[in-house]
């Protein structure tokens, strides 16, 4: 599956009406074309009735290319299940995940499909050091652990899924409209409801589904530059970890969807004209335009303090910082304990002023 900096390629899950080929996508995101006897089909459409269709009905992930890097050895975590690949075929010291050191061999051949692109990592050991330092702060509160974060960071390059898709949505609604009438010199308020209908049509371009442990925390330190992803190559992988994905292609689709669905009923809200809508009924057909998953590089570093664990993720593009800043419960309990203590030699000591 060839890839290139702002091109996107991908089949579209229908067939070619003249012949029964597959339909390419253009990527004017207005068109496709059929491969085999190069019938072109206009994806904008006038009708009003479409028919349910699921991103995932007709896909073939068997036709996506099977990563097997001779350069890359895998390993399991034992306690977070992750995957990770190292160019070392030693086993690995702490996950990258949770900081946990029991490991066992993954066998990858036949297991991953291979990346579509590799966005590089610009931001350095030290600028990530730099930036995570400044984003911790210095806080009395902190446990003193924390200060010792900054130099655990390990560059890790983990699998996002970019899905581009058309859907053509139908809806029908009962939309309140509101109006004055004017009686007896009067103006009175009135309303009236009745059944309206219509169609959407939506581009989604690269929506972005984490395939990562560090799913929640990945999507806050958002965006990368698709544009600047380019061809795998080992050296990039030297003294960096690389994630498994943790959903295939399938279960990123399901996951798209789920979120093309908020967006539609968004998006057709506002489009409903009244002043009030009940009952809105979405009837949606989507095709898929491209499937790909990128690689994208973080500096990441896990720790516990006070018996619960912590995750630190850096951007290695952007270098925005996400994660949480724990306070120490036992500095949290002495500072409570001068603070009460305090005011109560205040108020003896006012006590005592005024009975002399």
Request: proline share 6%; net charge positive.
């Amino acid at each position: 599956m060839a890839f290139q900096p702002g091109i996107d390629f991908g089949t579209l899950d229908f067939n070619c009406p003249d012949c029964g080929g597959t339909m390419r996508y253009a990527g004017d995101r207005k068109s496709a074309t059929c491969a085999s006897c190069g019938f072109k089909r206009n994806l904008s459409g006038e009708t009003e009735f479409v028919t349910p269709r699921a991103l995932t009905e007709r896909i073939n992930l068997a036709a996506y290319p099977i990563w097997k890097p001779d350069f890359l050895f895998a390993h399991k975590c034992g306690s977070c299940k992750a995957t990770w690949l190292r160019t070392d075929e030693q086993t690995p010291g702490k996950c990258p995940g949770c900081g946990a050191t029991d490991w066992s061999p993954e066998e990858t051949a036949g297991k991953w499909h291979e990346p579509a692109g590799l966005v590089p990592a610009t931001v350095t050991a030290s600028g990530a050091k730099g930036k995570l330092r400044k984003h911790i702060g210095f806080h009395l509160l902190h446990p003193p652990e924390i200060r010792k974060v900054p130099d655990a960071l390990s560059l890790t390059y983990v699998p996002v899924w970019l899905v581009d898709a058309y859907a053509r949505t139908s809806w029908i609604a009962e939309v309140g409209f509101e109006y004055e009438e004017e009686k007896d010199g009067k103006k009175e308020k009135k309303s009236l409801k009745e059944f309206l209908r219509g169609y959407l049509e939506k581009f989604f371009d690269r929506l972005e589904v984490p395939a990562s442990s560090f799913e929640k925390a990945l999507q806050s330190i958002f965006p990368y530059t698709w544009g600047q992803a380019i061809k795998p190559q080992p050296v990039y992988f030297k003294d960096a970890w690389v994630e498994g994905y943790k959903l295939d292609g399938k279960s990123a689709l399901v996951q798209a969807e789920k979120e093309m669905d908020k967006q539609l009923e968004v998006a057709v809200s506002n489009k409903i004209p009244g002043a009030t809508f009940n009952d809105l009924e979405l009837i949606t057909e989507k095709s898929l335009l491209a499937l790909r998953h990128i690689l994208v590089p973080v500096w990441v570093v896990p720790f516990s303090s006070q018996g619960k664990k912590y995750q630190y993720l850096v951007n290695a593009v952007t270098g925005k910082v996400t994660g949480a800043k724990p306070l120490s419960s036992i500095r949290v309990g002495v500072a409570i304990a001068i603070l009460v203590g305090s005011l109560l030699l205040i108020t003896l000591a006012v006590a005592a002023f005024f009975k002399r």
